[in-house]
């Protein structure tokens, strides 16, 4: 039994060789451009960050305006005083001779010093701004070489995704000697379909799953607490998210080919939907934050997207009924003729 697997095993390890020689490749090229692709992975995160910020500030802003009054009640009283010192200093040092008129005149500078510095309190109060923002959230590192890491890892992710079609391709290569000559054709829609699916994937966890799930979790506590968030964590969080949704995105592709194949029928999917479900939830709990929104924004899409399968399977690879079944039918025909 081992000698017949010894071929299939061969060609197993070879096709595995030539997509981690591929990723590798990728990673050179991806690596050059660490920085860019860092920006871009850290945005959704930063966008959350600012967010948070401004509904911090406004809530600071409101404080802040319901003290006006008691503000400008404190700082006109000072400020009308120092007006009224300035300018009776400036009267006495005008009918006074020698040092005490110089002494009069320093006075009176230092009250127009603080009558001009009132006066900025007071427009400041008066606009209702606040002297400072509570918030002060940042994303930081807590290793030495954290940054450098960091920009492996980020460099590794992207390398991923250049390198997911040629993955794709030697993947149809190991399972096209079983396949018939019509079939071996598909090898085409199979990489272009699988590579913008998982695309379509990563961009709808990018642009949709991330920015509510973000802001929920950091707006979650920072009126206690200021989010200082390690970048290590970040990233490897990030990519996991990315590459569930991509992964899971690739469900109506495979399909189709399992279809193809003949490995499965509508009937097969639909028997399963129910114990399918209790998956995709469970995957959506392990593969997001744990808040219920974004767990739903990944667990919705890919209820939508099994059933998109199960009508893609449907089309490609219907349930027959049963030879028995058809007899069956048959001699119910015709005793009913008869």
Do not use: C
Not at 78 to 85: G, I, R, V, W
Not at 102 to 125: G, I, R, V
Request: net charge negative.
């Amino acid at each position: 039994m081992f000698e017949e697997l010894r071929p299939h095993l061969a060609e197993l390890r070879k096709r595995l060789g030539l997509s981690v020689l591929s990723v590798f490749i990728a990673f050179i090229v991806t690596f050059t451009f660490h920085n860019q692709i860092l920006t871009w992975i850290t945005q959704p995160l930063n966008d959350a960050l600012v967010q948070v910020g401004r509904i911090i500030e406004s809530q600071d802003k409101a404080t802040w305006k319901m003290k006006q009054e008691e503000q400008n009640l404190t700082v006109s009283l000072p400020s009308k005083t120092a007006a009224e010192l300035s300018k009776n200093l400036d009267a006495a040092s005008k009918e006074t001779n020698g040092k005490l008129a110089q002494l009069l005149q320093k006075a009176a500078a230092s009250a127009k010093e603080l009558t001009q510095l009132l006066s900025d309190m007071e427009n400041n109060s008066s606009n209702g701004l606040s002297p400072h923002n509570t918030f002060n959230g940042q994303i930081t590192t807590h290793q030495v070489g954290g940054a450098f890491f960091v920009a492996l890892k980020v460099s590794f992710f992207a390398a991923l995704l250049l390198a997911m079609p040629y993955i794709l391709y030697q993947l149809w290569l190991f399972v096209a000697p079983g396949l018939y000559s019509h079939e071996k054709k598909m090898v085409l829609p199979f990489v272009i379909g699988g590579s913008v699916m998982f695309l379509v994937g990563v961009m709808f966890a990018y642009y949709i799953v991330t920015p509510f799930g973000f802001q929920f979790l950091i707006t979650f506590g920072a009126f206690l607490y200021t989010p200082l968030i390690n970048i290590e964590d970040y990233v490897g969080f990030f990519t996991k998210i990315m590459l569930g949704f991509g992964l899971a995105f690739e469900l109506p592709v495979f399909a189709y080919f399992l279809a193809l194949l003949g490995l499965v029928t509508d009937r097969t999917l639909k028997d399963f939907f129910k114990y399918a479900i209790v998956i995709i939830f469970l995957i959506a709990a392990l593969l997001t934050p744990p808040d219920i929104l974004t767990q739903l924004l990944m667990a919705a899409p890919l209820v939508i997207l099994y059933g998109v399968s199960i009508l893609i399977v449907a089309a490609v690879n219907p349930e027959k009924p049963d030879e028995d079944e058809e007899e069956d039918e048959s001699d119910e025909a015709s005793s009913q003729k008869a």
